[in-house]
């Protein structure tokens, strides 16, 4: 089975500062992704990859960069975190079939 | 704009009845349809999908209804138990790249 794993799965931040969230997967998938989740609007595309040294905007990316060094990992980074961005943060890889295999999420708090 | 629209946003049934998701979206690009649930403080794990080439897809007690012509897709759970209350998430993926959109969500509560 598919392991995706974050790192931290929980973190607290101040308005202003630099965030940046973590995601590693084993099962050399090409593509990777960063979602956030909301209540009301599901989960929304922030960043993806189709490998490694590639990026892509989502439908969200405002605020937010992301970076693709190794076909593992796929970081998402907030160089000025605001409270608007408190959400909790999902990362999900696949392999060009179907199915996206799930992180189990991070959740962030900007004061 | 929101591209995969869901409904309800929330269903509570009795164990034993069918619940029935409803998505639909605009884009005649979109060429892969999954569902996926999500039980509180768990991520997202897929539940069953389908693909336009048809219109129903069954897994045991899970059927996804397609209508291409209308651009609708539901699905249905049949013999609801309380294990199934959860949120459950629609998606679709265009064509050509490997970006999903996800509805809203849909909350549902089987009550035993």
């Known amino acids: 089975e598919a392991a995706v794993t974050q790192s931290p799965r929980n973190k607290v931040a101040v308005t202003g500062g630099k965030v940046t969230l973590s995601c590693n997967q084993t099962?050399?998938?090409?593509?990777m992704y960063w979602y956030r989740q909301d209540t009301g609007h599901g989960l929304r595309l922030i960043h993806y990859?189709?490998?490694?040294?590639?990026?892509e905007k989502g439908d969200i990316p405002d605020g937010y960069k992301a970076s693709r060094p190794s076909q593992e990992n796929f970081s998402l980074i907030l160089e000025l975190a605001t409270p608007s961005q408190t959400s909790v943060y999902f990362c999900?890889?696949?392999?060009?079939?179907?199915?996206?295999?799930f992180g189990p999420g991070t959740r962030l708090t900007v004061l | 704009q929101q591209q995969v629209r869901q409904s309800p946003q929330s269903l509570t049934v009795w164990e034993g009845e069918t619940a029935i998701l409803n998505c639909s979206y605009e884009?005649?690009?979109?060429?892969?349809f999954p569902w996926y649930h999500q039980f509180p403080g768990e991520s997202p794990a897929l539940l069953i999908a389908?693909?336009?080439?048809?219109n129903k897809k069954e897994d045991g007690r899970f059927t996804i209804f397609f209508n291409k012509r209308e651009k609708k897709f539901s699905l249905h759970i049949a013999d609801s138990q309380p294990g199934d209350s959860a949120t459950y998430f629609c998606?679709?993926?265009?064509?050509?790249?490997?970006?999903?959109?996800f509805g809203a969500g849909t909350r549902l509560k089987v009550i035993a």
């Open positions: 999900a890889s696949g392999a060009g079939t179907y199915e996206q295999y």
């Open positions: 099962n050399n998938h090409n593509n």
């Open positions: 990859s189709y490998g490694a040294g590639s990026t």
């Open positions: 884009d005649s690009t979109f060429d892969y």
């Open positions: 389908i693909r336009p080439v048809s």
């Open positions: 998606a679709a993926r265009r064509t050509g790249n490997y970006k999903y959109v």
